[in-house]
């Protein structure tokens, strides 16, 4: 069993009376007005719906898994009452949603109370958190580094304690990137497990998924999130993440990149090894390293990752509106939907077949099951604005960042795992990814490494959220 993490304690604390749904609200929406001057991880507030429900679970009771607990919802996602901005400046006039989406109808379902949104970069583009709709979001390791993202808002507002929940996607790495910089855990799923509704804009791979501080927390939140949902044509039975509960791995590969986009930085590459060959005594495994770009031959996932994620959001937000809204874009996503605008409909389907040859080379790989360790991220950070240093122009950043769009294109899970401080005062992380519903494996891997090398719950000068029940 893993270490309590706050949103247990914290639900457990409200179904047994120990403490008020309405003191923990009362909480959150303090921790962000005292710390989000500093961070910009919050969208919008809703204290007024926040603490009516939070007296009616003080009035009537919850036996619900998360009663009472506050959450923020990433501003990617619908949330009934509230505007779904995306980050975007266009969609400032945007009007509330009329309804929940599968992720935040799940949270409120088991008793979570939604405080507000989260930040993100426009469209959820990006690696880091900026917008022109609502600046910059920082990392409150360091804040002049990013959280990562496009799930920075999220991760920064759990890292500083001020929410114990708040919701993730991960289309290209959106997850595990913020995880890794905020010194989460953060699970990408297998495809199809959690259910998706509706259509995501790169559509074979988005997923919903959590991150939290301590693997317990990240089991109860799957717990919660699985299951299949109306229209989703790639929906998994909700226990199919389970396939792998009683296997134990046979094999580790290890991989400073999949693609071959040069070296790691000499710091992050000593981390990398150093974590790996921890991670082999821990699990009694031998490792085999892959060469960089050796899996795929002339063919590379994460180019085609951008060409299809490019086309189908240019899709989705419609060339029309795109062209219509150009100026008032951020030009991080002008140059994204640009790139969409060029690809030709051959080259598009071409890389959505390549897909398959992905997949299959993964799914026999790491059959056994066998896993694959990567670093999270190709860089140990980044500015907050997006750049890798001073000298560069806002949202540079260059492809060779980034480590997590192979996991996105066929569909597997992997987690991110926190491991270390970094010389820039972020954490370290490292990723391992295992075949296609091992999803709970990865978990108990997880929580073996949390065992053996625990870590903060919170960012260094920042309370962990649960503090109030001390």
């Known amino acids: 069993m893993g270490k309590l993490g706050p949103i247990e304690r914290t639900s457990n604390a409200i179904r047994t009376g120990e403490v008020t749904a309405t003191r923990v609200v009362t909480h959150a929406l ?6 989000d001057s500093k961070l910009n991880s919050v969208v919008m507030t809703c204290a007024e719906s926040a603490l009516e429900q939070a007296a009616r679970i003080d009035r009537d009771g919850s036996s619900s898994a998360l009663a009472g607990v506050p959450a923020l919802i990433k501003d990617l996602e619908d949330t009934e009452g509230l505007p779904t901005r995306k980050g975007s400046a266009a969609f400032a006039d945007r009007p509330p949603a009329t309804g929940d989406g599968v992720v935040p109808g799940r949270l409120k379902q088991a008793g979570s109370i939604v405080v ?5 970069p426009e469209f959820a583009l990006e690696g880091y958190t900026s917008n022109l709709a609502t600046g910059v979001t920082r990392n409150p390791w360091n804040l002049d580094l990013s959280p990562g993202g496009s799930s920075g808002g999220s991760a920064a507002a759990i890292a500083a304690g001020m929410v114990p929940i708040a919701t993730a996607t991960d ?3 959106s997850i595990r990137i913020p995880a890794a910089f905020c010194g989460l855990v953060g699970l990408k799923p297998t495809n199809g497990v959690i259910g998706r509704w509706p259509t995501p804009d790169w559509i074979d791979f988005s997923t919903d998924g959590p991150f ?33 509960d009683n296997a134990k791995p046979t094999k580790i590969y290890a991989a400073i990149r999949t693609s071959d986009f040069g070296p790691l930085p000499t710091e992050l590459n000593n981390h990398f090894e150093s974590a790996v060959l921890e991670f082999a005594n821990l699990l009694k495994l031998p490792v085999e390293w892959i060469e960089p770009g050796s899996l795929f031959g002339n063919d590379d996932p994460d180019l085609d990752w951008f060409t299809v994620a490019t086309v189908e959001h240019l899709n989705s ?9 150009f100026a008032q874009l951020h030009p991080a996503s002008q140059e994204f939907l640009t790139q969409g605008m060029s690809v030709t409909v051959d080259e598009y389907l071409e890389a959505r077949r390549r897909r398959y040859r992905y997949v299959r080379i993964m799914d026999e790989l790491l059959a056994g099951p066998k896993l694959l360790l990567t670093p999270t991220v190709a860089e140990i950070g980044w500015l907050a604005d997006g750049r890798l240093d001073e000298k560069s122009q806002p949202g540079s950043l260059p492809p060779e ?7 996105n294109v066929t569909g597997i899970p992997a987690i991110s795992i926190p491991s270390g401080i970094m010389s820039n005062g972020l954490p370290g992380s490292i990723q391992v990814t ?29 309370a962990p959220f649960d503090s109030i029940l001390d």
């Open 212 to 244: 939290a501080t301590t693997v317990s927390d990240l089991k109860l939140l799957m717990d919660v999130l699985v299951g299949p949902s109306s229209g989703d044509p790639s929906a998994y039975p909700a226990n199919a993440w389970k396939q792998y």
């Open 116 to 120: 507000g949104k989260s930040t993100l």
């Open 171 to 173: 289309g290209g790495g």
């Open 434 to 462: 295992g075949p296609r519903l091992s999803d709970s494996l990865l978990l108990g891997i997880a929580e073996q490494w949390e065992s053996a090398n625990p870590w903060q719950t919170s960012a260094t000068g920042y």
């Open 30 to 35: 303090e921790q962000i007005e005292k710390l």
């Open 317 to 325: 937000l419609g060339r029309d509106w795109v062209s219509s809204n």
């Open 401 to 407: 960042v980034y480590s997590t769009a192979l996991q």
